[in-house]
């Protein structure tokens, strides 16, 4: 079985750039999250999707931050423009549902570089 | 009241050692509580995970125990390897709805020969 896929792995900005990652879930799985992992702290989550539809975008910064999940199955998470404090790795994760204790299965990250 | 605290930050066991990382909570709503275990460039994979129903899950070297009155647990890993280091965190969520996964500030370790 595939794991989940995200690209680019690397990437440097400057800021007020804009930059957007992709991430292609395990197949079938229904809901999909990216979390962002600022240096030495534990993954926050961003946002949450259940098939195409957003289920928790509370701690997504709305005025920069934006995500996609057209068809239910490939996600793209956009900032625009980017400021230094969005440096961080960006990870998405996926699990065949939600509502129960499912697992996460988590890809390689995006390391965003902010200069 | 969404936080769970984790403890020590880095630690360095010899091998063979025991390691014992330790977390808290205060959402009672919690209900469910893994562990992730992440190498560099690596994400995170679950590791071992435990409901409040029971108060020790072990899984191979790996256990977990949990101590509900005190909403507190904590991951022991038996007999610690080179290959066990990593960076653990602890987690916690409520499955009612959709399940949201509230992670702690994740413990660097170290096992040395």
């Known amino acids: 079985e595939a794991g989940v896929a995200q690209s680019p792995r690397y990437k440097i900005i400057e800021k007020r750039q804009s930059v957007a990652f992709w991430c292609n879930p395990i197949?079938?799985?229904?809901?999909l999250y990216w979390y962002q992992q600022i240096l030495g702290q534990g993954p926050k989550l961003l946002i949450q999707?259940?098939?195409?539809?957003?289920?928790?975008d509370s701690q997504l910064p709305k005025d920069r931050f934006s995500a996609e999940r057209l068809k239910g199955v490939d996600s793209t998470l956009k900032i625009q423009p980017a400021k230094l404090e969005d440096s961080a790795v960006y990870l998405c994760?996926?699990?065949?549902?939600?509502?129960?204790?499912?697992?996460?299965?988590f890809g390689p990250g995006t390391r965003l570089t902010v200069l | 009241q969404q936080q769970v605290k984790q403890s020590p930050q880095s630690l360095i066991v010899q091998k063979g050692g025991i390691s014992i990382i330790n977390c808290a909570y205060e959402?009672?709503?919690?209900?469910?509580f893994p562990w992730y275990q992440q190498f560099p460039g690596k994400g995170p994979a679950l590791l071992i995970a435990?409901?409040?129903?029971?108060s020790e899950k072990k899984e191979g070297r790996f256990t977990i125990s949990f101590n509900k009155s005190a909403k507190q647990f904590s991951l022991h890993i038996m007999d610690s390897q080179p290959g066990d280091s990593a960076t653990y965190f602890c987690?916690?969520?409520?499955?009612?709805?959709?399940?949201?996964?509230?992670f702690g500030t994740g413990t660097k370790l170290q096992v040395i020969p």
């Open positions: 197949s079938g799985h229904a809901t």
């Open positions: 994760a996926s699990s065949l549902r939600t509502g129960i204790a499912d697992t996460q299965y």
């Open positions: 435990i409901r409040p129903d029971v």
């Open positions: 999707f259940q098939n195409n539809g957003v289920v928790d």
């Open positions: 959402n009672t709503a919690f209900d469910y």
């Open positions: 987690a916690a969520s409520s499955t009612g709805g959709y399940q949201k996964v509230t």
